[in-house]
């Protein structure tokens, strides 16, 4: 099976490149350091699968998860992270993403969570199938955004002219978010968020 890794840490991605290299089946044929770099290689080498971080420069792991579906692209996905969050893991599955495993596990077990994937099969890690139950993100669409436009120190005025919305209105959903997320304040708000990886 032909393989492409994306992740930014040159040497982990050096270190599982090898180590994947030893396997028989299995051929890495591209590597990428950014989102931008995977979706690229992705288009030109048409793998079979694709090894993605989920926190990368450019185009997150996530982000290329859902271009691939978008655009309908025949190679499936497997998302390698540190990160156990219930709002990644969700908006992962909604990707389409057949593999969810944490960056901790072994190399061998990876190979073998690769070959099940290539023959149909989905694995997601033990630690993560918890987060299933955690609650799901209650924020709108629009409530995120505002909340990743304060997040960058964007102000209710600098926010509304860019959404098109009356201050009055970016302040109403501002208070909305903060019930949903029973934050203490605006920056509170911001951590709850981040934190659950409901905003990224």
Same mark, same amino acid.
């Given at each position: ?52 971080? %989920?926190?990368?420069? /450019?185009?997150? @792991?996530?982000? #290329? $998860? +859902? ?9 499936? !996905? ?67 955004? %505002?909340?990743?436009? /304060?997040?960058? @120190?964007?102000? #209710? $005025? +600098? ?9 009055? !209105? ?31």
């Amino acid at each position: 099976m032909k393989v492409i890794l994306a992740e930014d840490q040159g040497m982990l991605r050096g270190a599982l490149s090898t180590l994947l290299a030893l396997e028989d089946d299995i051929e890495v044929v591209g590597e990428a350091e950014n989102g931008e770099q995977a979706m690229q290689l992705i288009r030109q080498k048409q793998p079979d699968l694709c090894v993605l971080d %989920i926190e990368m420069p /450019l185009k997150s @792991g996530l982000d #290329v $998860a +859902e271009a691939i579906k978008a655009e309908s692209i025949p190679c499936r !996905t497997v998302i390698v992270t540190t990160f156990a969050r219930a709002g990644y893991f969700q908006r992962a599955m909604k990707a389409g993403v057949q593999g969810y495993l944490l960056k901790d596990s072994p190399v061998s077990e990876l190979a073998e969570a690769l070959r099940k994937i290539f023959s149909g099969g989905r694995v997601i890690h033990p630690e993560l199938a918890f987060t299933l139950w955690e609650e799901s993100n209650p924020l709108t669409e629009r409530e995120q955004e %505002i909340l990743r436009r /304060l997040a960058k @120190g964007e102000s #209710v $005025a +600098e926010i509304a002219t860019l959404l098109f919305l009356s201050q009055g !209105t970016v302040r109403n959903y501002i208070s909305e978010i903060m019930q949903k997320l029973e934050a203490k304040n605006r920056i509170d708000a911001v951590a709850i968020a981040e934190s659950k990886g409901w905003i990224k």
